[in-house]
């Protein structure tokens, strides 16, 4: 249930980057969680 949790809250800041950063998926692929 963790890692389940862990992928859901990387997918939100994936979209929260997206939205905010030109980058878009690119930026939050390189970001270590």
Same mark, same amino acid.
């Given at each position: *249930? +963790? $890692?389940? $949790? +862990?992928? #859901?809250? /990387? @997918? #939100? *800041?994936? /979209? @929260? /980057?997206?939205?905010?950063? %030109?980058?878009?998926?690119?930026? %939050?692929?390189?970001? %270590? *969680?």
């Amino acid at each position: *249930f +963790i $890692a389940l $949790a +862990i992928v #859901f809250i /990387h @997918i #939100f *800041f994936l /979209h @929260i /980057h997206g939205s905010t950063n %030109p980058l878009g998926y690119d930026t %939050p692929l390189k970001i %270590p *969680f």
